[in-house]
């Protein structure tokens, strides 16, 4: 591996980390179900859906994919922390906010890939195949 992959992705995780613990640091909840983690992950699939289509339409080097896909999206978004609360509220026999969760934070992060890309296609006026 390069040092400038290393780099790259050190320096995307970096800023990643940073603003997902800012945007965490003080619990949002819906009733008990705690709302942060959702955030982070459907803002960064947004942003994950956003740059795959302006790497395509601007024919990016792999290198802005290794910072920004990789190291900050991947740094920014976390499975651990939604798998923990899943785990948290299964503990606490919260069963209906056990699968809200679930449901939440798979489909509306998709969604929101699915959405940055749309408005990325319209952005640039590319019709989907």
Aim: net charge positive; glycine share 10%.
């Amino acid at each position: 591996m390069k040092p400038i992959v290393i780099v790259l992705i050190a320096a995307g995780a970096i800023l990643g980390a940073f603003l997902r613990y800012k945007m965490t640091e003080s619990p949002l909840l819906l009733g008990i179900l705690p709302v942060n983690v959702l955030i982070v992950n459907v803002v960064g699939s947004f942003i994950l859906g956003l740059f795959a289509v302006i790497t395509l339409h601007w024919n990016l080097d792999q290198n802005y994919t290794l910072f920004v896909a990789v190291g900050f999206c991947g740094s920014l978004t976390t499975m651990s922390s939604f798998a923990f609360e899943t785990s948290n509220l299964l503990e606490a026999k919260q069963l209906s906010l056990v699968a809200f969760n679930i449901v939440a934070n798979v489909g509306l992060s998709i969604g929101a890939i699915i959405g940055g890309r749309a408005l990325m296609g319209a952005i640039f006026n590319i019709v989907p195949k």
